[in-house]
């Protein structure tokens, strides 16, 4: 039985107390009371602890109410808590030991097992398993294992490295320079803290807040309420600041788009090369001897550009892009090992 229907005058008056309580601190209230001898006494009061979810939807309806601005309500919902609402996170409630930590470079949190090569990620992931890409540091060469993987992590690199930039324009949870990772490429061990892991061994990582956990550990999946929008709408309303995207593909581009960018804020032009299929190309062209073999380079990099570039345009339909011309760094687009400079030489 509730306590509406065993004590309903007390649970009137409760009610009462609550709403005049909300009122008075415009905020939602987490209170405790006792009743005795049908007698209502009221302990104590303090504003309630809310999953990202619940503060947006208690900002929005108190709006609806009167009870506060919509200045305040977009005030207090905090924005780092958005990341809650648009990529997955470790379910709260769920038991985990981190094993070590890095850099949060992309949010979002992801199980999987760990694949320690780009193909073997792209092969495991068509066959519908979830994976780990881990590797020292990330290079061009493993973007279609970025793409197939779940999460990404690296024992090497910072907020700006290849995996953290590449990983947060996928929107694929990172975490880079993980010091307590070791891999031992002759054994194909892994190494994270004072564990030793193998090739397919089942790991959880939470770009968030860079931490790395061993097996799957539950997670909540995003959802987009619509008091999501509602509050957007009012934050569009109430800000001076126009936001603008970090784009250099069509798909980031069309995305950025979606989410309200205003435009292109930087184009990095070297960014438009990494996909497999130019960086052969790219590689060539850095590696010619004589500019004969450099031209005949650029000569089939400049319709792959010039098609992104009029993508780019149409998406934005008018809206400002800034385009920073060709600054390569060599070492995002030469690749790593021994090998694989081998074959580039």
């Not at 090569?117 to 979830?130: H, I, V, W």
């Not at 936001?243 to 593909?249: D, F, G, H, K, L």
């Not at 032009?269 to 650029?298: N, P, S, V």
Request: hydrophobic share 45%.
């Amino acid at each position: 039985a509730s306590m509406e229907e065993e004590m309903p005058e007390v649970f009137a008056q409760l009610d009462a107390v609550r709403g005049k309580l909300e009122r008075h601190y415009g905020d939602m209230q987490d209170l405790e009371f006792t009743v005795e001898k049908q007698k209502l006494y009221m302990l104590q009061t303090r504003s309630g602890k809310r999953t990202a979810e619940a503060a947006l939807r208690i900002a929005v309806e108190m709006a609806d109410e009167g009870l506060i601005s919509k200045a305040e309500a977009v005030g207090r919902v905090n924005p780092d808590s958005l990341d809650q609402l648009l990529h997955p996170t470790l379910d709260p409630d769920a038991e985990r030991v981190c094993l070590a930590r890095g850099l949060p470079a992309s949010p979002g949190a992801a199980s999987g097992t760990i694949a320690l090569t780009a193909d073997e990620a792209e092969a495991r992931a068509a066959k519908g398993e979830a994976v780990i890409l881990v590797r020292v540091e990330t290079s061009p060469e493993d973007i279609h294992g970025m793409h197939a993987a779940a999460g990404i992590l690296t024992a090497r690199g910072g907020m700006t490295s290849h995996a953290a930039v590449v990983a947060r324009g996928m929107g694929r949870p990172c975490v880079s320079g993980a010091g307590d990772v070791r891999i031992d490429p002759a054994t194909g061990a892994v190494f994270i803290g004072s564990n030793e892991f193998k090739d397919g061994d089942l790991i959880t990582i939470d770009g968030g807040v860079g931490e790395i956990y061993e097996g799957e550990i539950a997670k909540i999946q995003p959802r987009l309420s619509g008091a999501f929008e509602v509050l957007m709408g009012w934050a569009d309303g109430l800000r001076r600041m126009k936001v603008r995207t970090n784009a250099e593909t069509p798909a980031d581009a069309r995305m950025a788009r979606e989410f309200g960018a205003e435009g292109i804020g930087l184009c990095r032009t070297e960014h438009m090369f990494f996909d497999a299929d130019r960086i052969i190309t790219m590689r060539e062209m850095i590696m010619a001897t004589d500019t004969a073999g450099r031209q005949a380079a650029l000569d089939r990099l400049l319709p792959m550009q010039r098609r992104d570039f009029i993508e780019l345009f149409e998406i934005m339909s008018g809206l400002p892009v800034t385009i920073r011309l060709l600054d390569p760094p060599l070492h995002e687009f030469l690749p790593h090992s021994d090998a694989e400079l081998a074959d580039v030489a």
